[in-house]
């Protein structure tokens, strides 16, 4: 009888023991870490493809993050909702990728995610747009555009342009509310229309950087209104959509025109718009983030800390000094 209950018991030892190990071998195949071949794995999530400028960043990040250059990535598209962003974040914790990148949709509310990874120990780059949290911990370091400088530069360029203009009418087409692209140069413009009592934004909404709604904004602001000064558009495609609509209404904008737009971007079909006097004033926000990004990833994996926050620099474009060597020189 001791025997048969010895035998039983070594029994369930050995097969306890061998589920152990086939469970063991089960989240190794469902992990990409311990799957690299000795690359280094990237788990991005990116916003969505909402714009010239998203799509050129992606590309970047991709031609970076190449095998050939040592890297596995796996490229999550949020399709520009902040809940399949977490959810990529998550599942990139649980995959045990080597770094998290991101750039987020917004600036709030990451802050569970993060805690998450964390305590995972994987380290979290954050590219483009910014967060705001209360700890900065969470998040190893940060390389983007300094958003609110480039409305403050588009700004500068219209208390030039129109310093004779006694009653300037604006229409304003936002980007994604909440994000920091939206935010800063949204910030910009409300400054200067602090600063110049003749400023008056008659018209305001979120064409959420996509050409189509910048398009159906701009139709129903030429409905609405016979007199616009300025448009100013968050960014390039909002500016194609708005110059959609103008055409389609038969209005003037532009070098020659009634109406003047601003834009941001500085993507190369915003820039074309520019040098052919379509768009008048455009401001760069440069979106070859896969090599400064990688830089941050060598840093730390040669046990350097890296600055916490890293700014890109950028210029801006005027339609009356544009020339086809300054699109020729520019890779995006
Ligand atoms: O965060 C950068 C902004 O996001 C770009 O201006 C816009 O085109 C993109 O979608």
Redesign the pocket.
């Known amino acids: 009888m001791k025997k048969t209950i010895l035998l039983f018991i070594c029994a369930m030892m050995l097969s306890a023991f061998t589920l152990t190990s086939c469970k063991k071998d089960d989240n190794k195949a469902n992990n990409a870490a311990d799957n690299n071949e000795g690359l280094i794995v990237i788990g991005f999530s990116q916003?969505g493809a909402?714009?010239d400028?998203?799509i050129a960043n992606t590309k970047s990040m991709r031609e970076t993050f190449s095998e050939e250059n040592g890297y596995r990535l796996l490229l999550k598209d949020a399709q520009q909702k902040q809940e399949n962003q977490i959810q990529a974040i998550n599942d990139f914790i649980a995959q045990k990728v080597d770094y998290i990148v991101f750039a987020p949709v917004t600036e709030e509310g990451w802050d569970d995610a993060l805690k998450n990874a964390k305590s995972a120990g994987i380290p979290v780059i954050i590219v483009?747009?910014m967060i705001k949290t209360t700890d900065d911990s969470l998040y190893t370091c940060w390389v983007g555009s300094d958003f609110r400088n480039e409305g403050d530069v588009a700004v500068e360029w219209m208390e030039t342009t129109f310093k004779d203009v006694a009653d300037l009418k604006i229409v304003h087409l936002q980007?994604s509310l909440g994000?920091s692209?939206q935010i800063g140069r949204t910030e910009g413009l409300a400054a200067g229309v602090d600063r110049n009592s003749g400023w008056d934004v008659i018209y305001r909404a979120t064409g959420d950087?996509t050409q189509v709604k910048g398009k159906e904004v701009m139709e129903y602001v030429l409905k609405q209104y016979s007199h616009i000064d300025v448009i100013y558009c968050e960014?390039?495609?909002m500016a194609f959509g708005a110059i959609e609509a103008l055409d389609a209404a038969n209005k003037t904008y532009g070098v020659n025109g009634e109406v003047a737009i601003i834009s941001?971007?500085a993507t190369n079909a915003g820039l074309n718009e520019t040098l052919s006097g379509k768009i008048n004033y455009n401001v760069e926000?440069n979106p070859l983030h896969g090599p400064r990004v990688e830089a941050l990833i060598k840093q730390l994996e040669n046990g350097v800390t890296p600055e916490k926050l890293a700014f890109v620099e950028e210029v801006a474009f005027d339609a009356t000094t544009i020339t086809k060597a300054d699109i020729d020189a520019r890779s995006y």
């Open positions: 916003v909402e714009s400028w998203r483009d747009r980007g994000s692209a950087f960014n390039d495609n941001f971007d926000c």
